[in-house]
């Protein structure tokens, strides 16, 4: 499974170029779903849920690029369908778009709905994540990023299909704690290496590794040294 990593979506040439590059067809060849899961955690999370799915979050661009198709895959629904007939549709999609909001709440629902155990198959699909949609991929959120709790307990720990962890939507103008030394501050407080991001930089991974895409400001830290 090919992954672009967004903090704010397809915001610019750069990250849509890269988007192309991985899906390796025109997206008005590609059939989408859309997992609006993450947003129901946060205040006015189902208005934001209906924005994403429509294609009305103009800030965030994801689900109006222009796809031959677009369903939607809620996380929620899943364990009460027949597994069967839900995990034939999403192994023909080209592309999963996943939205923002709490990122434990939405690694919860991946797992709870069986998702998690389907995702390491998905070896043809596209996994586009918005800020938190990009967060659930990494090992670890950090502390500062962990609001919903789920009902068994537990820590920040979130899929860890990458190696990194991502601090998104840096030096954001509504998110003034979102600034670099915050940022500075949340790695070190990890034990991997991390990333933070702006809504104008986005990370690629793919066979070849991890690439930044940018047309904003970014920074790399690696794993901190053991004491």
Same mark, same amino acid.
């Given at each position: 499974?090919? %992954?672009? %990593?967004? &903090?704010?979506?397809?915001?610019?040439? *750069?990250?849509?170029?890269?988007?192309?590059? $991985?899906?390796?067809? @025109?997206?008005?060849? /590609? *059939?989408?779903?859309?997992?609006?899961? #993450?947003?129901? #955690?946060?205040?006015?999370?189902?208005? =934001?849920?209906?924005? !994403?799915?429509?294609?009305?979050?103009?800030?965030?661009?994801?689900?109006?690029?222009?796809?031959?198709?677009?369903? +939607?895959?809620?996380?929620?629904?899943?364990?009460?369908?027949?597994?069967?007939?839900?995990?034939?549709?999403?192994?023909? *999609?080209?592309?999963?778009? +996943?939205?923002?909001?709490?990122?434990?709440?939405?690694?919860?629902?991946?797992?709870?709905?069986?998702?998690?155990?389907?995702? @390491?198959?998905?070896?043809?699909?596209?996994?586009?994540?918005?800020?938190?949609?990009?967060?659930?991929?990494?090992? =670890?959120?950090?502390?500062?990023?962990?609001?919903?709790? @789920?009902?068994?307990?537990?820590?920040? &720990?979130?899929?860890?299909?990458?190696?990194?962890?991502? !601090?998104?939507?840096?030096?954001?103008?509504? $998110?003034?704690?979102?600034?670099?030394?915050?940022?500075?501050?949340?790695?070190?407080? %990890?034990?991997?290496?991390?990333? #933070?991001?702006?809504?104008?930089?986005?990370?690629?991974?793919?066979?070849?590794?991890?690439? +930044? +895409? /940018?047309?904003?400001?970014?920074?790399?830290?690696?794993? @901190?040294?053991? /004491?």
């Amino acid at each position: 499974m090919n %992954l672009l %990593l967004t &903090s704010g979506g397809v915001k610019n040439k *750069a990250i849509h170029g890269a988007l192309l590059e $991985l899906l390796d067809k @025109p997206i008005a060849e /590609s *059939a989408a779903l859309c997992i609006p899961t #993450a947003g129901y #955690a946060h205040r006015g999370g189902m208005g =934001r849920a209906w924005n !994403f799915i429509a294609g009305r979050e103009t800030e965030c661009p994801m689900t109006e690029l222009g796809w031959k198709s677009v369903g +939607v895959l809620e996380l929620t629904a899943l364990p009460t369908l027949d597994h069967d007939q839900w995990t034939a549709e999403v192994r023909e *999609a080209d592309v999963i778009l +996943v939205n923002g909001g709490d990122p434990l709440y939405l690694h919860y629902w991946i797992r709870e709905s069986g998702l998690a155990d389907l995702l @390491p198959t998905l070896t043809d699909t596209l996994w586009v994540g918005l800020s938190a949609g990009s967060m659930v991929m990494t090992p =670890r959120i950090g502390d500062d990023f962990a609001g919903w709790r @789920p009902p068994t307990g537990g820590d920040d &720990s979130t899929l860890g299909i990458v190696d990194f962890s991502i !601090f998104p939507h840096l030096d954001h103008p509504d $998110l003034p704690e979102n600034h670099m030394g915050a940022a500075e501050k949340w790695a070190a407080g %990890l034990p991997n290496p991390s990333y #933070a991001i702006d809504d104008n930089t986005a990370l690629k991974v793919s066979s070849a590794g991890v690439e +930044v +895409v /940018s047309e904003g400001h970014w920074k790399h830290f690696d794993q @901190p040294e053991a /004491s």
